[in-house]
């Protein structure tokens, strides 16, 4: 079978075979019994009763194949101006020292760890570190705050934390460790004992008996072996934003997602091992999970990890240089970072000083990639550029075009199609399928495929509540869009208080959390805006207490500590404006999208069931003014 239709039609109508020749493709320890146990559904078990290591298909099988001395990783630091190669060879030794560490720590099968890092190779080391002892990873971006970081430590409770001395943006040098002690201080669950790799350019205060530096920690060790999992075992968590503030944990099991990184990257990506991929993203998203660690060293590919910026590391040639500099085959990014590129250097001049020639692919994913983005990489780069669909939830993509199975023609503005084990349907309110090119929630039928979450870490009745519980027999995806008469997706907006900006998924509610305990603010709503650079940028409206003395601009500025305090500075929450009073229905619900509707300067209709309509002029004029 060689063309997306047959094999996306053999994934549908037998998907045990189709999942059982790509698990073929990983080293099991232990030959799974079943190939889908759906007895405790909507819990199900992807490969049951079979036993394996994801860091041992990561690492040593390719080392005992002979492979040890191919490089795979190549860590580029635009930021230090410092790059290093890892072998197969050397990644397993530091791998499976650092395991050692954490076993003597008393860390063993099941316990949680937390990983608050830089994007530096100690942060795909502890990794692999975890997967190899059956620790449960849990790695939080390095741009939330203190805040973010407790409520993941109360939730996971973690026997470890490992973190960095900093993180380097741009220039700015970042100090994590009193942001990790500070958290543990909010959480409140007792003295957590923290690793810290200790940079060149910032030292760390240590708390004594408690916390250690990595090269103590890996002092003495000896190489630990892999412990056979099981394949429903959890290989991390990565909490993700919801509606509310609390965000949600998403479990991923070793696996289907074994399988599923296996499958993905070579026949979504078009990679081969040896083949050089580069994610240009964050350890702490999907992204990075997927697609910077397990899936091309699964493959046996050379993977890039990448420190600095699209621009200003130092300029908008850095994502050129990279490709030239480590024959880079394919590139993952999101579109955001091409329109900063596209921002500073409109006519692609930096282009011009590298070779770029061995580049055969560009994915952009996590916000939707608009036409304009998409046809200036195309006519940039001269490689086919591919726009496609999935969240945390699924770990790899829902749509795409699959390049390693055959180019589809492309529709700027749509991710394609829906890849094999995922069918996706676009449902109304009621649960009925809607017609070809109208609007409606985009759902999955369960099961969901290998790969994607298991449930919610802890909260397996909040996982129903969130996904399943709208309508049954599928998974809500939380976006809306429609397929058109070839069954191209079209993913339009979300269905709920999420946005994205500069492709990271941030939640409106929880800014409004913060918004709110500001004393001089009654009420607010925080709504995404477009954005040219980020695709949507938050925007706060606030309605203040009577008698509030505070000037607008001491205002603004402490709303922004506000938010940068709680969440981090990745919210980019730079405006708030004050409004008298904020358009609601009838019931109370304040009404956002027409707010995000007028902030925008699109029509809207004044919703029937809005309690004064005068509010929406009041609403304008304010945003007119600023
Ligand atoms: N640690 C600490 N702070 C961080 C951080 C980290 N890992 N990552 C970002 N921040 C901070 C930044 O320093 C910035 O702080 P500031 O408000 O004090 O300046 C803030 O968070 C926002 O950062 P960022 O979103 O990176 O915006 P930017 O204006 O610095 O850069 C882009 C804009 C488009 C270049 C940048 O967002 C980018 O490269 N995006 C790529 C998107 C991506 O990788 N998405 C992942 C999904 S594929
Ligand atoms: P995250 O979980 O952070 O990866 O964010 C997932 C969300 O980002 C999706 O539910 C979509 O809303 C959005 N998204 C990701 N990729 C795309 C895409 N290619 N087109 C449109 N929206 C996307």
Redesign the pocket.
């Known amino acids: 079978m060689s063309n997306y239709k047959e094999i996306y039609k053999h994934a549908q109508t037998n998907p045990n075979e189709f999942w059982d020749t790509a698990a073929k493709a990983i080293d099991w320890f232990k030959p799974y019994k079943k190939l889908l146990d759906d007895s405790q559904a909507p819990f199900y078990s992807w490969f049951a009763g079979g036993e394996l290591n994801t860091c041992y298909n990561a690492l040593d099988r390719h080392v005992l194949n002979g492979q040890g001395s191919r490089t795979a990783l190549i860590y580029d630091s635009a930021v230090t101006k410092n790059s290093r190669k890892y072998t197969y060879q050397e990644l397993l030794n530091e791998v499976a020292h650092f395991a050692d560490g954490m076993i003597k720590k008393g860390i063993s099968k099941g316990d949680r760890v937390i990983i608050y890092m830089?994007m530096i190779p100690q942060t795909a080391i502890a990794m692999l570190a975890c997967a190899r002892i059956g620790a449960i990873h849990s790695v939080v971006?390095?741009?939330f705050a203190a805040k973010e970081l407790a409520a993941r430590l109360v939730d996971s409770s973690p026997k470890l934390i490992i973190t960095a001395s900093c993180?380097i943006?741009i220039t700015?040098v970042?100090a994590y460790k009193p942001l990790v002690d500070k958290a543990i201080e909010i959480a409140n669950v007792g003295d957590i004992p923290v690793v810290v790799y200790m940079r060149p350019e910032c030292s760390a205060n240590l708390q004594a008996e408690r916390d250690s530096t990595w090269s103590d920690f890996v002092k003495g060790t000896n190489a630990a072996d892999c412990v056979a999992l099981e394949s429903d075992h959890p290989l991390y968590i990565l909490y993700t934003s919801g509606t509310t503030g609390q965000p949600k944990g998403v479990v991923r099991t070793n696996g289907g997602h074994a399988v599923a990184m296996h499958w993905s990257l070579k026949n979504i990506y078009a990679m081969q091992p040896e083949d050089v991929f580069w994610a240009?993203?964050?350890v702490?998203?999907v992204?990075g999970h997927s697609y910077i660690v397990y899936a091309p060293l699964i493959l046996g590919c050379t993977t890039v990890l990448y420190e600095g910026?699209?621009?200003g590391t130092p300029d908008a040639g850095a994502f050129w240089r990279v490709i030239d500099e480590h024959q880079v085959n394919c590139l993952f990014?999101?579109p955001?970072?091409f329109?900063?590129i596209r921002r500073e250097d409109p006519i692609a001049d930096e282009l011009q000083k590298y070779d770029t020639s061995c580049l055969r692919s560009l994915f952009l994913?996590?916000e939707r990639c608009d036409p304009n983005t998409l046809e200036w990489a195309q006519d940039t780069l001269k490689v086919p550029v591919i726009d496609h669909w999935w969240q945390t939830e699924t770990g790899w993509p829902i749509a795409a075009n699959p390049l390693g199975i055959e180019e589809l023609s492309v529709k700027p503005g749509s991710p394609s199609l829906a890849m094999p084990g995922y069918q996706v349907d676009i449902l109304d309110d009621q649960g009925n399928e809607v017609e070809v090119n109208n609007i409606g929630n985009i759902v999955i039928k369960l099961p969901l495929p290998p790969g994607t979450l298991k449930t919610l870490w802890g909260d397996d009745s909040r996982y129903i509540k969130a996904y399943l519980q709208t309508f049954p027999n599928y998974y809500l995806t939380g976006d809306a869009g429609y397929k058109d008469e070839e069954d191209y997706l079209w993913i339009m907006s979300r269905i709920d208080d999420v946005i994205n900006?500069?492709?990271?998924r941030l939640s409106t509610g929880q800014m409004e959390e913060s918004l709110a305990k500001h004393p001089a603010v009654a009420e607010c709503a925080v709504i995404g805006v477009k954005d040219e650079?980020?695709g949507e940028l938050p925007l706060g409206l606030v309605v203040l207490n009577k008698h509030t003395s505070i000037s607008d601009q001491q205002l603004q500025q402490e709303l922004i500590q506000l938010v940068r305090k709680d969440i981090?500075?990745?919210a980019?929450f730079k405006q708030a404006i004050n409004v008298k009073r904020l358009p609601k229905t009838r019931s109370g619900k304040i009404l956002r999208k027409t707010i995000k509707a007028i902030a925008q300067g699109e029509d809207y209709e004044i919703p029937a069931t809005i309690d004064d309509p005068e509010i929406l002029r009041e609403i304008e004029n304010a945003l007119m003014k600023n």
């Open positions: 830089p971006f390095g741009g993180g943006e700015k970042i240009a993203s964050d702490g998203w992204v910026k699209p621009v990014t999101a955001t970072a329109r900063a994913a996590g900006v500069a492709g990271h650079i980020k981090g500075p990745v980019a």
